[in-house]
């Protein structure tokens, strides 16, 4: 049996070294000032044990892993009718990349990059009730807190600089791929960017993924098998933009990261590890976060091969 709590207080001095070697997301102006040198790292095994060490409690801005809770809202109700208007394919461009979009018309890779995720929470906003509401409720559900909030400041932040994601959102609403009004996606994607949970919160909101739709504390089934096959799938190919490839050579699991500085990794039957580190690389993934990632991977063999 692995001592997953040794292994992972052994993590959080290990990575010390790693420290300064990548930079805090900036360009969200309210991000800017988060403490570089935080560390926290949570693993949630299959029947609900919880493994923490360092700032695993502290909650911090999801960003993008926002994107794999709003993905499962909207395949539960679309099905597989969202794949007509977003892909499945790797980018292998930066997650808010304009370039193939244009040669795509307006088609966006996958539902990890920003004009993917977009299109993703059109459709949501598609759908009868508030959407907020949706979003909150789902992820207070999913990481069993009732308190969970989305951060006004860092919303308001984002939302006055969201120029490239705006472009976006107005390329694909002239390839008739967005339905809504354009200034409404930008106020909830950056709401839903703007949520804060910590790496135990994350850990316990992604067991649906790791159990095949299955978690044992949320005693549900909360998506299909089928549905957490292939969100996995799809993590495991696009999860990390343009790193992806190097992300699953030295991690090799299914993850999802954020600018925030989370990355979410999902085991298949066995466990989910969530790890917080803000000092982010060039590909917009946390650089402490990625090399905890391997150090746990490598230590307690866990991996989808
Ligand atoms: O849209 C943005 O730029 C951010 N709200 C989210 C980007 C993000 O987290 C990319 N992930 N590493």
Redesign the pocket.
Known sequence: MTNYQLVLDYIVEAVRPQFGKGKV?D??PALAGVPPRKFGIAVCTMDGQIFKAGDADEGFS??????LFVLQLVMQHFGNMIWTRVGKEPSGDR??SMLRLEQEQGIPRNPFI?PG?LVILDLLQSLKGDAYQRIRNYLRFLSMNETLDSNPTVADS?FNH?H??RALAHLMKGYGNIHGDVEALMEI??FQ??MEMSCVELAIAGLPLAGGGYSRPHETAVISKSQAKRINSVMLTCG??DSVGSFAYRVGLPAK????GGILAVAPEKLTVCTWGPE?DA???SYVGTAALEMFTEMTHTSIS
Do not use: H, R, T
């Open positions: 997301a360009y969200i999801v960003q993008s892993i926002s994107k997650f808010n920003n995720a984002e969201a490239v994601n994607y950056c960017c703007a990390m933009y990261s954020g600018v925030g982010l590909y917009g993934n």
